[in-house]
């Protein structure tokens, strides 16, 4: 996957241990930076970045509003924020909730394809709502691509049969397989 300039990951119920399984397949240094945006409480704030930080090699760090994005970094969105990408910054919105969740997984990869096009990757994992499928399809329709988590391996379907639904991906594979995906496309060239 030549040319990805940033990827997108989306998760819900089940994606503490798909995220764990993705961080550890990256390598030390690489280029694209990894935007992580899961559903949770306002309370359980800095807690992921903490538990993110244990299963990584590089840096997690949870962004602040207008943040530089940089490469060989992940990035886990904030509780209670939207997550927004332009090229080379952050943006934090409180815009009401989308399928009962702020941070949106649909919010950033919109974002993501209206400022990276065909050279960004999303993925959808494991998620009991529909949260993800309208930013995936918007990521294919600015030519970037999209990895789902096959619905057999998911703890939860809802998001990946969504996003299936709603637009063709690259690739529906486990976690695993697309952790390997994601370290090669982001690996220095």
């Given at each position: 996957?030549?040319?990805?300039?940033?990827?997108?990951?989306?998760?819900?119920?089940?994606?503490?241990?798909?995220?764990?399984?993705?961080?550890?397949?990256?390598?030390?240094?690489?280029?694209?930076?990894i935007?992580?945006?899961?559903?949770?409480?306002a309370?359980?704030?800095?807690?992921?970045?903490?538990?993110?930080?244990?299963?990584?090699?590089?840096?997690?760090?949870?962004?602040?509003?207008?943040?530089?994005?940089?490469?060989?970094?992940?990035?886990?969105?904030?509780?209670?924020?939207?997550?927004?990408?332009?090229?080379?910054f952050?943006?934090?919105?409180?815009?009401?909730?989308?399928?009962?969740?702020?941070?949106?997984?649909?919010?950033?990869f919109?974002?993501?394809?209206?400022?990276?096009?065909?050279?960004?990757?999303?993925?959808?994992?494991t998620?009991?709502?529909?949260?993800?499928?309208?930013?995936?399809?918007?990521?294919?329709?600015?030519?970037?691509?999209?990895?789902?988590?096959?619905?057999?391996?998911?703890?939860?379907?809802?998001?990946?049969?969504?996003?299936?639904?709603?637009?063709?991906?690259?690739g529906?594979?486990?976690?695993?397989?697309?952790?390997?995906?994601?370290?090669?496309?982001?690996?220095?060239?």
């Amino acid at each position: 996957m030549n040319g990805i300039e940033i990827v997108a990951v989306g998760a819900s119920l089940g994606g503490l241990k798909a995220f764990e399984i993705l961080l550890r397949a990256l390598p030390p240094r690489f280029e694209s930076p990894i935007v992580l945006v899961q559903h949770r409480r306002a309370e359980s704030d800095g807690l992921l970045v903490e538990l993110m930080r244990g299963h990584c090699r590089c840096p997690v760090v949870e962004p602040q509003d207008r943040a530089a994005v940089e490469k060989g970094h992940v990035y886990v969105a904030p509780a209670s924020y939207h997550l927004l990408l332009d090229r080379g910054f952050f943006w934090l919105s409180v815009d009401p909730p989308v399928w009962f969740a702020r941070p949106s997984i649909d919010v950033l990869f919109e974002s993501v394809a209206d400022a990276f096009g065909p050279a960004a990757l999303a993925v959808v994992l494991t998620g009991a709502s529909e949260d993800g499928a309208a930013g995936a399809h918007a990521v294919k329709r600015a030519g970037g691509r999209v990895l789902v988590q096959d619905p057999a391996t998911a703890e939860s379907p809802v998001a990946p049969r969504a996003t299936l639904g709603r637009t063709a991906v690259d690739g529906v594979l486990s976690v695993a397989e697309i952790a390997v995906i994601v370290a090669s496309a982001v690996s220095s060239r």
